[in-house]
């Protein structure tokens, strides 16, 4: 395992030294790609796919804060982003509430679902790990389904349009900005957490759990944290999701979109918040282009999957950032 | 105990055979590699498959069922070959995205090479069901309960006894130390992932006279193949066989007395319990970490 790197990168001086931390520099040439892309989108479904993206990259930065920083895996994401979603339209739909405080209400108990379950769960290691998260996915899906009476089965149910103070969300273009402004904010959120002190124990808990509790990290709390933390970005992305697309059906928290949520995380790029954005981009829209292959999207889908880990075995945005950093030094020489 | 209970701990066994089948492929790779084998369900799959292929091609089940394993493990020493060798410097989590990659890659052929329908695979021995002390059992559940008894036993002689299965066993113990003993431990992960599927192979040819199969039987099987593997502590035989008989004996007598839409959502209620309380499993090493 690769030892937490502290280290700050170069000093350079004025403006180029204030633009090259991702804090500044790439965010704000995330705000230009969302503010451009517009130009290039032509029709209401390419919006779609763009929205699709985002709301995914939601998900993967809050993954990956907890599968790249504090490098505890979950393979029950899908379960609190399910849950996001069913919160939100059980609340709106059934109940009457107005849907901005519906939303918000099913993400703060997604959270405080997630402090319960994960204060034993966080204790167990690895492969332990990987099950016992697993288990609360599928549990939590099990219950989606079975509970037809207020989930609507595994048929889902219908979610009211997100309205807020009267305001109501229609339209593929409104969505694009709210849901633009919705990664911006998770994305600095993740980048502001991570330069914190509470990133730095991350980091240190990633390189050796031990060394970072003798140096006094309470590690238990730290990763409870970042598990929570996780866990309601994914409820976020989920009940924007459940009201944008105006349905949710028990296939969102599957172990299939879990795996799913997880392989964006690695394929872009482990303890990368760009690398979230990227592997979210090229993992919803690989299935798009692979439908035209009809009967052999699976197939191919698994062997571009084995073939990317095979080359780029850090994800494909650490991996283009070493090749960047060792060209640049060549030029140099 | 009345008949219902023997019916459900029955029906309960013949399901916890098969998971402790492919439990052990879980164990025999993560053993060699380190890494969970997420493509072990579709093994599963490709057994039963086969088999049904090999019927259909007018082959007597006495010559289908030992092809159908064989071909399976054949699948599984490519997969080494083709996807697990080339990185095996990475990650774990690397190494199970990969196995993620293979099992898609696995179920993509093979609904382009069969089809997307259910197939029957004619029962070992006929279909009249036998009394046995109040309870109902199909005589394929004879043969499940039979072919895994064998499985296990062939294993533990394999382990014990022959000095190739030994050098597996050192090689989980210490890969390191293993190599420097002059065993090769690349030959030892390719033989794993033979030996795992040919196991899940087994399974699925096994399991398929009674619930059919199909291009997508290997995802839950595989699951609780895993879950099985971690209930009883990776890495241990014992301890799978164990984990897959307990897993299927509470999802039968969960099934049977509390409801059958949650008779999963118990058995993973109860392996997080388990877990919680025993965090490396039943039979698991009790390891600590070197500072």
Same mark, same amino acid.
């Given at each position: 395992?690769?030892?937490?790197?502290?280290?700050?990168?170069?000093?350079?001086?004025?403006?180029?030294?204030?633009?090259?931390?991702?804090?500044?520099?790439?965010?704000?040439?995330?705000?230009?790609?969302?503010?451009?892309?517009?130009?290039?989108?032509?029709?209401?479904?390419?919006?779609?796919?763009?929205?699709?993206?985002?709301?995914?990259?939601?998900?993967?930065?809050?993954?990956?804060?907890?599968?790249?920083?504090? &490098?505890?895996?979950?393979?029950?994401?899908?379960?609190?982003?399910?849950?996001? &979603?069913?919160?939100?339209?059980?609340?709106?739909?059934?109940?009457?509430?107005?849907?901005?405080?519906?939303?918000?209400t099913s993400c703060a108990a997604v959270g405080l679902l997630a402090f319960v379950v994960g204060r034993p769960t966080l204790r167990l290691k690895g492969h332990y790990l990987a099950m016992a998260t697993l288990g609360l996915g599928i549990i939590i899906s099990i219950v989606l389904t079975t509970e037809d009476r207020l989930t609507g089965g595994p048929d889902g149910m219908a979610v009211p349009a997100l309205s807020v103070f009267g305001w109501v969300l229609r339209g593929e273009r409104t969505w694009y900005w709210v849901v633009a402004a919705a990664l911006l904010l998770a994305v600095w959120l993740a980048l502001n957490l991570i330069e914190s002190p509470t990133g730095r124990a991350l980091r240190a808990l990633h390189g050796s759990e031990i060394a970072a509790q003798t140096l006094g990290v309470d590690s238990a709390r730290f990763k409870l944290r970042v598990f929570v933390i996780s866990a309601v970005f994914a409820a976020v992305a989920g009940a924007l999701t459940a009201h944008y697309a105006g349905f949710i059906t028990p296939?969102?928290?599957?172990?299939?979109?879990?795996?799913?949520?997880?392989?964006?995380?690695?394929?872009?790029?482990?303890?990368?918040?760009f690398g979230a954005v990227v592997g979210a981009l090229v993992l919803t829209l690989l299935p798009q282009l692979l439908t035209v292959l009809e009967d052999y999207e699976t197939m191919v889908f698994g062997a571009v999957l084995i073939a990317t880990m095979i080359f780029f075995p850090q994800g494909i945005v650490p991996t283009l950032a070493r090749w960047l950093a060792s060209l640049k030094q060549g030029l140099r020489r | 105990?009345?008949?219902?209970? !023997?019916?459900?701990?029955?029906?309960?066994?013949? #399901?916890?055979?098969?998971?402790?089948?492919?439990?052990?492929?879980?164990?025999?790779?993560?053993?060699?590699?380190?890494?969970?084998?997420?493509?072990?369900?579709?093994?599963?799959?490709?057994?039963?498959?086969?088999? #049904?292929?090999?019927?259909?091609?007018?082959?007597?089940?006495?010559?289908?069922?030992?092809?159908?394993v064989l071909a399976a493990g054949g699948v599984g020493l490519l997969l080494e070959k083709l996807a697990i060798e080339p990185a095996r410097r990475a990650d774990t989590v690397t190494l199970i995205i990969i196995t993620i990659g293979a099992s898609l890659l696995l179920r993509g052929m093979a609904q382009v090479l069969w089809d997307k329908r259910v197939h029957p695979l004619p029962a070992f021995s006929g279909d009249k069901?036998?009394?046995? !002390?109040?309870?109902?059992?199909?005589?394929?559940?004879?043969?499940?309960?039979?072919?895994?008894?064998?499985?296990?036993?062939?294993?533990?002689?394999?382990?014990?006894?022959?000095?190739?299965?030994?050098?597996?066993?050192?090689?989980?113990?210490?890969?390191?130390?293993?190599?420097?003993?002059?065993?090769?431990?690349?030959?030892?992960?390719?033989?794993?992932f033979g030996l795992a599927a040919m196991l899940g192979a087994l399974a699925g040819v096994l399991v398929a006279p009674i619930t059919f199969t199909s291009y997508d039987t290997g995802v839950m099987l595989g699951l609780k193949g895993f879950a099985a593997?971690?209930?009883?502590?990776?890495?241990?035989?014992?301890?799978?066989?164990?984990?897959?008989?307990?897993?299927?004996?509470?999802?039968?007598?969960?099934?049977?007395?509390?409801?059958?839409?949650?008779?999963?959502?118990?058995?993973?209620?109860?392996?997080?319990?388990?877990?919680?309380?025993?965090?490396?499993?039943?039979?698991g090493a009790r390891r600590s970490d070197r500072v």
């Open positions: 395992m690769r030892a937490a790197v502290i280290v700050s990168e170069p000093l350079r001086p004025g403006l180029g030294r204030w633009l090259a931390t991702p804090r500044r520099g790439g965010l704000l040439v995330l705000a230009l790609v969302i503010v451009l892309l517009p130009l290039l989108l032509r029709n209401s479904y390419f919006y779609e796919i763009a929205i699709l993206v985002a709301l995914n990259a939601i998900v993967c930065i809050g993954l990956n804060l907890l599968i790249g920083y504090a &490098g505890q895996i979950s393979l029950g994401h899908a379960g609190f982003f399910a849950l996001g &979603g069913y919160g939100s339209a059980i609340l709106s739909a059934q109940h009457g509430w107005p849907s901005w405080l519906a939303m918000i296939a969102k928290s599957t172990f299939m979109h879990s795996v799913e949520l997880v392989i964006m995380v690695v394929f872009g790029g482990m303890a990368s918040i | 105990m009345n008949g219902a209970w !023997l019916q459900f701990i029955a029906s309960g066994l013949t #399901v916890g055979a098969i998971y402790a089948l492919v439990a052990l492929g879980f164990s025999i790779i993560y053993n060699a590699s380190g890494a969970i084998n997420f493509a072990q369900g579709e093994f599963v799959m490709i057994g039963g498959m086969s088999a #049904v292929t090999f019927v259909g091609a007018g082959l007597p089940l006495w010559a289908a069922v030992p092809l159908a069901p036998l009394q046995l !002390l109040g309870a109902t059992v199909l005589p394929q559940s004879l043969w499940v309960l039979a072919g895994a008894a064998l499985a296990v036993a062939g294993l533990s002689w394999f382990f014990g006894r022959t000095l190739f299965g030994k050098a597996m066993r050192a090689t989980a113990f210490n890969p390191l130390a293993a190599r420097l003993m002059g065993i090769n431990t690349r030959q030892v992960l390719l033989a794993s593997a971690m209930l009883g502590g990776l890495g241990s035989f014992p301890g799978a066989v164990l984990g897959g008989l307990l897993l299927g004996l509470v999802e039968g007598l969960g099934a049977g007395f509390v409801s059958s839409a949650y008779k999963d959502a118990i058995a993973f209620v109860i392996i997080l319990a388990v877990l919680f309380f025993m965090p490396g499993g039943l039979l």
